[in-house]
């Protein structure tokens, strides 16, 4: 059995945060994507993490290289030409304004060849691996990720997602051990009603009779709502003030997959999911924590049963 957790983020990007807080702007470079959040978030947790991305050569590629490595991360690589993805914010009054960006280039046949043995190479060495998505779904297709999470799936490795639409329906050929997606995504896929929790509850089910294993439906500012062994509940968390919403859901993900890891029962996992994605919206930083503030908040985490259920 493998252990540690492998985070599969095909394209991360670098992200560029033009911040005024006072007379002058200050200027933020961080390696960002939703993998990369997600593995800040389990490398918080004390759970090591090996992160595998495909980079670009040229210099947001190099750039985006070295703020990985100060991560904490076990960063294996597929180098290629094209670049990397980026983007540039900025943020006034507490809210975010894009400036530019490009997401990157599609994954060619060669490098996703390459990012594929790699993926699975390194993830057979793990005890759970995390399917996280591109900024653009577009540039992975998805049956790289049917591909990738059923060959690991069938040779020890658990899998964890947060995909949607025909990301989603790909993974679950994986029989993923844990799904997180948002009432948004269901909405959007015609699955659910997102302000229907019966109609949540009935997606989620159906998310498990597909192949799911524990679904979590997040809600945004609403109690997420979690199907555990056929039984639905509502993650009750502490009210807390919220700086930044952006990445809670990510780092719900993270604490889930970090409690895994380590053979936690999948009710903890939870209540460390909730915890971890409560203390990120308090923070301007994506995937930012800190595990002793997130143990203390797990303890006002409930998980309250669902009579619709």
């Keep these: 059995m493998g252990e540690g957790v492998m985070v599969f983020a095909p394209l991360p990007q670098l ?108 993830g057979l060495k793990a005890k759970i691996c995390v399917l996280s998505g591109a900024a653009d779904p577009s540039l992975v297709p998805p049956d790289f990720y049917a591909r990738l999470g059923s060959d690991l799936q069938r040779n020890g490795t658990a899998i964890a997602a947060d995909l949607s639409g025909d990301h989603l329906n790909a993974v679950l050929e994986a029989k993923p051990a844990f799904i997180k997606v948002s009432d948004e995504e269901l909405h959007a896929d015609e699955l659910a009603d997102k302000d229907d929790e019966k109609s949540i509850v009935k ?32 993650v009750k968390v502490p009210e807390l003030t919220v700086r930044d919403h952006r990445g809670a859901g990510d780092s719900l993900t993270a604490g889930v997959v970090a409690v895994l890891a380590q053979d936690g029962d999948m009710k903890e996992a939870i209540r460390t999911g909730a915890a971890a994605g409560t203390l990120n919206i308090t923070q301007h930083g994506l995937g930012a924590g800190r595990a002793d503030a997130i143990a203390e908040l797990v303890k006002l985490v409930e998980l309250e049963p669902l009579e619709s259920s």
């Design 15 to 122: 992200t560029v945060m033009v911040e005024q807080v006072s007379e002058e702007p200050e200027l933020h470079l961080h390696a960002g994507g939703q993998g990369l959040w997600q593995a800040r978030m389990i490398t918080a947790l004390k759970v090591p993490v090996t992160f595998c991305a495909l980079l670009g050569q040229g210099e947001v590629g190099r750039v985006l290289t070295s703020l990985i490595e100060t991560e904490g991360l076990d960063l294996k690589a597929v180098r290629r030409h094209a670049d990397s993805g980026w983007y540039i914010h900025e943020r006034r009054d507490d809210e975010r304004h894009v400036l530019a960006e490009n997401p990157g280039s599609p994954l060619g046949r060669h490098d996703g060849d390459e990012l594929y043995a790699l993926a699975l190479a390194e």
């Design 203 to 234: 997606a989620a089910r159906m998310l498990q009779d597909r192949g799911a294993g524990t679904v979590v439906v997040s809600r945004a500012e609403k109690p997420a709502i979690a199907l555990i062994e056929g039984e639905a509940y509502q």
